[in-house]
């Protein structure tokens, strides 16, 4: 935005606020936009005013600056002008965005610790690092994901090039979410950018800073023309989603995402819902119980166990949880010590009513607390917690918990504990731990889950190579790696044909013959034990 003044009629003076404004802005209250003009004798004091009036006006990025509509026509002119198509396009916006992150490191790792009180090896681990291997990752084999897929042929369509092209949808929404919002707005985008879309981001308004940063730097590193971050809570969200995009990815809880289907159903819009669930963690036979414990309570409390993967309960034997207790004790004060509050490996929760919620939740179990189950509102602390002798009808096992608090639940037998989680919704990650190849085969082939990962825990959605995503409940489809390419991608099935063997083609025209139709059912059909294709 700028603020312009006019001196004898004829000069003025702009004062810059914001990039790319067009000289007004949008209350994020009302939604109404502003024009503005500052003369010399009005000078700073109406400035002043204008801060008064909307002080959402001064952050940087803040979609106020230009109008919701204003910004998706922008980014629809530039994918109608191909200019996201070439490869030299994706690369050097892959390159940008790569760039962004190296060169802000310390901000980032500044407004993710101002957030969540993340820890700088927990933010280096899963923010920062994770999204520049995505980006290299996207970078080395891009070239091969562009390349057209040719396909299978049959005698009739022998000498036709048949293909698969990867094209992109157009102008893209990514919604990301407070726990990891860094990674869950960017690695999307790396998809969105690598199929060579256009990209509207929306933050999580629940980490303030990094949303605020967020939208100041992607401006200054993307093609402005073709990337924008809208900032604002769910009222700005809920007027973006009445817009028609070409694809919408979210990512956060499932009542949300039931919003979100419905706003894309009214333009028929593909959406892609990255969701959570109670990823159970399975103990059973013989296990290195104190290895187990220490890769269960680094993957339930990383990031104060506010994350999607986390292990969000345990089932295992009562003589398995006897030894695991004691286990998971050893393990918790060797990571943050025997005064936890203290230690700076802790995370924090995100908000008030973020700890109200899981505050109350730990008064209302009926479970024992074994370990842990001290907080403080003030510093939204919560100590690592484990309780036993919770049912399966307790309060901790109504829904995900998404926080410090691990219960563990008793089973007796291996099929007690797969049925118990076969008849809860499917997990967006299912762990088992054990020592014995046939258990972990049998829970593999007898269950179902996002992701699955034997004997640790979190650490399968790191690898470019494996798709994440969730499962019924816990979502519907995948990115990573190529996988997030081929999300913001269409599949677009072509054959091009010459003018040669008409003589041959007018088997298919009318007037039909019985003679005819048995050639072509032998040209194009296949036979049991050969698949009557070929690739030329």
Known sequence: MHLSSQRNGTRKRSFF??????????????????????????GWPSFFIILLLNPFAILPGFEAMEGQKE??????????SRVTLPEQFRLAQLDALLSLIKENETQILEALHQDLYKPKFEAVLSEIDMVMNEICFAINNLRTWMQPEYVGKNLATKLDDC????????????????????????LPLVGAIAAGNCAILKPSEISQATEKLLAELIPKYLSKECYAVVCGGA???????????????????QNVARSILQAAAVHLTPVTLELGGKCPCLIYGKVDIK????????????NAGQSC????????????????????????????????????DMGRIVSDRHWDRLNNMLERSAGTVEIGGESTKQ?????????????????????????????????????????????????????????????????????????????????HMTLPGLPFGGVGASGMGSYHGRWGFETFSHRRGCMLRGWGLERINVLRYPPYQETNLSWLRWATGAKKGWSGCSVM
């Open 379 to 459: 510093e939204k602390y919560m100590a690592p917690t484990v309780l036993v002798n919770v049912k399966e009808n307790d309060v901790l096992m109504q829904e995900e918990i998404f926080g410090p608090i691990l219960p563990i639940l008793s089973v007796e037998t291996l099929e007690e504990g797969i049925d118990f989680m076969n008849c809860r919704e499917k997990p967006l990650a299912l762990y088992i731990f054990s020592d014995e190849p046939q258990v972990v085969t049998k829970v593999l082939e007898q269950t179902s889950s996002g992701g699955f990962c034997s004997n640790d825990g979190i650490v």
């Open 235 to 253: 009222e700005e969200t809920k007027t973006l989603l009445e817009n028609r995009f070409d694809h919408i990815f979210y990512t956060g809880s």
């Open 163 to 186: 293909f698969v092209r990867r094209e992109p949808l157009g102008v893209v929404l990514i919604i990301g979410a407070w726990n990891y919002p860094l990674q869950l707005i960017l």
């Open 291 to 302: 290895a187990a414990a220490r890769r269960l309570a680094w993957a339930k409390f990383f």
């Open 309 to 344: 993967v986390a292990p969000d309960y345990v089932l295992c034997t009562p003589q398995i949880q006897a030894a695991l207790i004691p286990a998971l004790r050893d393990a918790l004060e060797g990571f943050y010590t025997a005064q936890p509050k203290q230690c700076p």
């Open 71 to 80: 910004v998706i026509d922008r980014l629809q002119r530039s994918f109608r």
């Open 17 to 42: 606020l914001f990039p790319n404004s067009n000289d007004r802005i949008r209350n994020s209250g009302t939604g109404k936009q502003t024009f503005i003009t500052v003369s010399d004798k009005d």
